[in-house]
């Protein structure tokens, strides 16, 4: 009897093996693939970079940085095989969001209430808060933008969306 329960346990030893072996297996055939193909993969959806100039690089297009402040962060968002959306993160709160779209709000921030309506440099703004957070979202030239600050003072949301317009109209 021994030598059966012996067995199954080397057998299922096996299995468990071949089975790691075949994925690691697949995973070297789809890296080749992908290399083969061109095709920059997105396992995990956000993946920090280390420059404005890496973001285009992954995105394809130019990300807006504001003049005078600190990033602390560069964050390309994925989906699937493809870079589409770009994030920057400055020390003093600011989050600034760029994506090829019509979709217009891209904050990703859901149950906002709809603060105000203006227009700087003839772009339409919509101003939004929810909780602490005061943020905005337009569209320019076949882009959506939103940018937000962890605190309460439209002014100087305002100042940080005036700069970035300022740079993508240039």
Known sequence: MKNKKISKAKFFSCMVILACISLILLGIVTVKSNKKNNIVSFPNPLKEVSSAKEMKKLLGFEVPIIKGKD??????????????????????????????????????????KKIKKETIDGIEVEYMSYEKITYANWNYNGFSYSCSIDFDDIDYLRENIESIISIIKE
Not at 77 to 89: L, M, P, T
């Open 71 to 112: 990033v602390i962060s560069y964050t390309v968002i994925g989906n699937g095989e493809k870079a589409i959306h770009g994030r920057v993160r400055y020390i003093d709160t600011t989050q600034m969001e760029i994506e090829k779209t019509k979709q217009c709000d891209i904050s990703g921030i859901y149950g906002g």
